[in-house]
């Protein structure tokens, strides 16, 4: 599109046929409708160079004519004076749905996409009115802004918009700061990526005894209804705020991903670490509460304890087993995060960081192979960006780092009921204040 539009230079997309919807719709709402675009089979991972040539040489499966015709026509036809005008849009909803039974506004939320396919509570001005309570701030006040990808557009929301999701997802009013300190993120709950991704969210500081959050036995699981609660509504503000969650066409995650119900939500577990809390380390004072936004969560690697003779094998095997386009968070009992410290002396969670730095290593030509690398890495390598540049011109076997420094990361949850821990493959986004919004 910015060929296109920007430099004005005659582009002709080529897609596979997947894609048929997402991408009309992606250049309708740039304002491009007209946009050319071409199609050919999905898939083409696996393909021969034969096969995909074919792809080529053949027809465009959804409209039966040749590819490379579209292609040529596309590149040289003019386009048609209402082709070239573009688009533009309403962005205004009722503020309410017209009065019915409770059945039948249920099943309209659900008919209209507004849910996650689970029951809510229906968001009656009353309900709203008593979150909009627990905030000082103003119904009208503009809180963020989110979209699914990068190639939609932003979409704005207000504190009221949030309180709605809020209702829909079970919060009590007392949890609304944590829930817009969350939507203040402009982290997105329901990114669309064909990986599937999901959320993390971490709170910290004393919001979390406040709202009776859980951060030992259970945390991560479906025990505790503010955690349950929260993660929820991140969810629904993420589908219903940011333009729509729809497989297909705003939703592409070739599998779908069971975190996102929730979006793993839970309380640091402060009190037993051993180590600062996260929201500190993200230069906060202990005395702030805060919330911490995840992105990417598809991938997880567990383990019990760190063995005395060769935890050090292990924890490297653990981290081999991730994509190097992870982004490892290490969630650590603090059972586990003792050990850490007797056995490796990492009496701050930055030394275990180093050390996981320095020893989540693999050879280049292997790194190089990756899928994700080659899609999202290369293209920087290639463009002088560092460490990638440098990495690119490592040898075959000369083993480099997986990860950058800066996207390691560590949190302590977990009720000691045995040293189990795990790494999850999250990206950090932001920290927000959940104080700021009371």
Known sequence: MSLDHTFQVPTVNVHTDMFLRVTRSVVRVNGMPKMRQVYVPQPVMGKTPAELRAYIDGNDPTTGRPVMQEIVEGLTAPLDPEGAAGVGFGRTTPRLVEPDTEENLNQLFL?????????????TEARVAEMLRHTSHPPDEVVGHMRPTGF????????????????????????FPVVLALAATGASARGSTTSSAAAMAVVNGPVRAEIGMNSGT??????????????????????????????????????????????????E?????????????????????????????????????LREKHWREHVRSMLRGMDPHESPVLVLDPITA??????????????????????????????????????????RATFGEEPYASKLKAKEDELIPMFRREQIQVVVVGGETNGYWRIFGAGYNKTVSVDDWR
């Open 152 to 175: 939609r557009e932003f979409w704005e929301y207000t504190v009221e918009k949030v309180a709605v999701n809020a209702v829909m997802a079970g919060c009590r009013p007392e949890y």
């Open 218 to 267: 259970g945390a991560l699981g479906p025990y505790n209804h503010a955690n349950a609660t929260i993660g929820r509504a991140w969810g629904l503000l993420s589908q219903n705020l940011q333009g729509g969650s729809e497989p297909g066409l705003t939703y592409l995650g070739s599998q779908g991903n069971n975190y996102a119900y929730n979006s793993i939500c839970f309380a």
């Open 338 to 379: 003792r050990q850490f410290i007797d056995r490796g002396g990492f009496d701050t969670k930055e030394k275990l960081i180093d050390w996981v730095y320095e020893n989540a290593q693999m050879p280049a030509g292997e790194y190089w192979d990756y899928q994700l690398i080659q899609n999202y890495i290369y293209p």
């Open 269 to 305: 577990n402060e009190e037993r670490s051993p180590w600062e809390p996260f929201h500190v380390q993200q230069g906060f004072a202990p005395g702030v509460s805060t919330v911490s936004a995840f992105g990417g969560c598809r991938s997880t690697a567990f383990t019990l304890g």
């Open 111 to 123: 008919d209209r996409n507004w849910t996650d396919k689970l029951p809510i509570i229906l968001p």
